[in-house]
């Protein structure tokens, strides 16, 4: 088997059996975002600690493989992690995460989309603007 075939599989494992679904109550950050062009939709709820951590992070969406997969270990990356993490998290993270760099300009969109909902709700949430944020290039790309 190889390792792109082992990456296969954990994809499609995350899709299947999705960690951290469900709605969060309570939570602090609610962001969502869909991707118009194949109907892929992610919600990201997260409960921060007293000291600015992701304490839970749980997700909602539908979707293809890769974006639910994506959403379902980003809450298992993000979880713990300080606010401000998010703001260096990059395109490259999330491809190393998911085991792949050979994915198409529909399939990063995919991808990307957690990312994009993650980043998103964090900076409202600090009060901050995306595009004042290091690695926010990545956001729509």
Not at 2 to 29: C, K, T, V
Not at 113 to 134: C, D, F, H, I, N
Request: aromatic share 6%; with cysteine; net charge negative.
């Amino acid at each position: 088997m190889s390792s792109s075939d082992i990456y296969r599989e954990l994809i499609l494992d995350y899709y299947r059996n999705p960690r951290n679904f469900g709605r969060l109550d309570p939570h602090d950050i609610d962001a969502k975002d869909s991707n118009p062009l194949c109907g892929d939709e992610i919600e990201i709820q997260i409960q921060v600690s007293k000291d600015g951590k992701m304490e839970e992070v749980h997700f909602l969406g539908k979707g293809c493989a890769i974006s639910q997969a994506s959403a379902s270990m980003l809450t298992e990356l993000a979880k713990g992690k300080p606010l401000e993490w998010t703001k260096d998290l990059s395109k490259e993270d999330i491809l190393k995460m998911l085991g792949t760099s050979d994915l198409g300009p529909a399939r990063i969109k995919c991808a990307l989309l957690s990312m994009k909902v993650l980043k998103t709700g964090v900076y409202a949430y600090l009060g901050a603007k995306p595009e004042e944020a290091t690695g926010s290039q990545d956001i729509d790309h």
